[in-house]
Structure formats: structure tokens, C-alpha cells
């Protein structure tokens, strides 16, 4: 190779060295492939996998220490959703490249996988990766074809007001053997096109309710207090049910492997007619 050019291709890596995460997901994925050293800083939210919370805690979901970004030398930025552009756009400005993903869908996580591992040269991992949660999804999308009914479900991504669940939530439940109450919502890109009245949502008479509540524990009373829900079908045999939010409610693989195993003994006992373990009082039931 020419020497010249060979002396500009080696000024950066052939792949980012230096990466932050702004959500916990790609770091995930990112540790999942083997290329946790790469990681230099974390959203405060992350929780898994438990050495990344080592790293440097560098953002919020919406809010971000710029300086301290920039202080970690990244050649790589990596954030999720259209609530972090502002992030993007300012460290755009700085001149930190920045790749944010917007998945919302099943399909659209794994495709993030896959995309995250192409980004650090780990392709044949992340495809790997992609393969594996895949094939959970399929072992339960065929465990569910054995249940004796499809049960009309709730998931409540909020409570007030009332936000159903986002796309993947809705996918989830319908892999695992559930009948999404609110299904039509799922299409809208923002949580104001999935808000309902608790009314509206009573009309619909969920046989269960599986609430995650972003960064907040669910609250029994809550639920059951709500106007016109005596006499829903979830409230009166106790078929109300919680998982926490950072099982579920982010985009990569914890959603597509322990999530969606919650989901499944959930959805599975109220097919069954049978309740999963007795809360203490006040708390939903748990899976």
C-alpha cells in the first residue's frame, strides 16, 4: 500500500475503540458479543450486565453530562429513540459521531443487534446473538399454540395517564399466547398515541393486566380504584400482575429472553385459570 495512504488509514481504528451508551440496551448487546471493553460509559439506568455499572454513569434517558462524555474520548456514541436526538444533535455538535436507533418492533431489536455488532466489527457475534433470541422467541411462540385459550390482556406502560404498551410489549404478549386488548395502538410511534381513558380501557374487560411502570414499582390499589374497574374481569380474579420495567421495557435482548419468559408464565396461568404467587398486600403478582 501506498505509504501515504497507508499513513491516513491508520489514523483511526478500522472500528470505534471508545464507546458510551446512552441506554442500557446496546450495552447489553455489546457485553453479549464479547465487546464490553469497548464500553467507556453508561446510562445511570443500566442494570445489566452487573460489571457495566463500573463504568462511568454518564446520562440519564433525557438529560446528558456533556463534558463528562467528551472527557471519555468517545469515537463512538450510541442512543435510542427520538427522545434522545436533542442529545444527539448537541453531541453531533461537538463532533462525537453519534448512532441513534429508534426500534420499536421485535424485528427492528434484533435488527439493532445486528447492526450493533457491524458497527465494532463483531458481525458473526451479533448475528449469533440475533439467532439465539430468535430461537427463545420461537420456543414460545410454539408453547403458546399449546395453550387452551388466548386470553385478552392489559399491559400498562403507565398509569396515569393510562399508556398502553409500547410495540414490543404488544408483540411480546401476542408471541406468548395473550390477545393485546389495545392492539391498534401499538402502530403509534409516541406514547400520547397510546393513552386511554380507564373507561375505554374497561370496556374492553382484560381477563389480566401485566403494568410496567417505567422506573416505578406498580401499585395494586392503583389499578383496582380506577372508575369502572370493579367489575373488570382482571380485577375480579385478582389476575393483575407486574414486571419490572427493566425486564421489559427496553429495547434488546433482556426484553427478548427474560422478559418475555415473564410474560409467558403470566400469560400461561390466566389461559390456564390458574394464579402465579400471592403478592404481599398492595403488591401485584409477580411471575
Excluded at 445511570?44 to 452487573?50: E, K, L, S
Excluded at 433470541?133 to 403458546?144: D, G, P, S
Excluded at 408483540?171 to 389495545?182: N, Q
Amino acid at each position: 500500500m501506498n505509504t501515504r495512504l497507508a499513513s491516513l488509514l491508520s489514523a483511526s481504528p478500522r472500528h470505534p475503540q471508545r464507546i458510551v451508551c446512552m441506554t442500557e440496551e446496546t450495552t447489553e448487546t455489546l457485553y453479549r458479543i464479547g465487546a464490553g471493553d469497548l464500553v467507556v460509559g453508561v446510562s445511570g439506568f443500566t442494570v445489566r450486565p452487573p460489571e457495566a455499572r463500573k463504568k462511568p454513569r454518564v446520562s440519564s434517558f433525557l438529560d446528558a453530562n456533556f463534558e463528562r462524555i467528551l472527557d471519555l474520548k468517545p469515537d463512538l456514541v450510541l442512543g435510542f429513540s427520538d427522545l434522545q436526538a436533542d442529545l444527539g444533535r448537541e453531541l453531533c455538535k461537538r463532533g462525537v459521531p453519534v448512532y441513534l436507533f429508534n426500534q420499536r418492533s421485535i424485528a427492528e431489536i434484533l435488527q439493532t443487534v445486528r447492526v450493533v455488532g457491524a458497527l465494532v466489527g463483531r458481525a458473526e457475534a451479533a448475528e449469533k446473538l440475533a439467532d439465539e433470541l430468535t430461537a427463545n422467541l420461537e420456543r414460545h411462540a410454539e408453547a403458546a399454540e399449546k395453550l387452551p385459550r388466548r386470553p385478552r390482556i392489559f399491559f400498562e406502560e403507565w398509569h396515569e395517564p393510562l399508556i398502553s404498551g409500547i410495540r414490543w410489549c404488544s408483540e411480546l404478549v401476542e408471541v406468548v399466547g395473550g390477545e393485546d386488548v389495545c392492539r391498534e395502538s401499538r402502530e403509534q410511534q409516541g406514547a400520547k398515541g397510546r393513552i386511554y381513558t380507564p373507561e375505554a380501557v374497561a370496556q374492553r374487560d382484560p381477563e389480566a393486566v401485566i403494568a410496567s411502570w417505567c422506573g416505578r414499582k406498580a401499585k395494586r390499589e392503583k389499578i383496582v380504584e380506577r372508575p369502572g374497574w370493579a367489575q373488570v374481569r382482571a380485577v375480579v380474579d385478582d389476575q393483575l400482575y407486574e414486571v419490572k420495567s427493566t425486564f421489559i421495557l427496553q429495547p434488546g435482548p433482556a426484553a427478548l429472553s427474560d422478559g418475555v419468559e415473564q410474560l409467558a408464565r403470566i400469560v400461561a396461568a390466566v389461559a390456564r385459570g390458574e394464579k402465579l404467587r400471592s403478592p404481599r398486600p398492595g403488591d401485584l403478582r409477580a411471575a
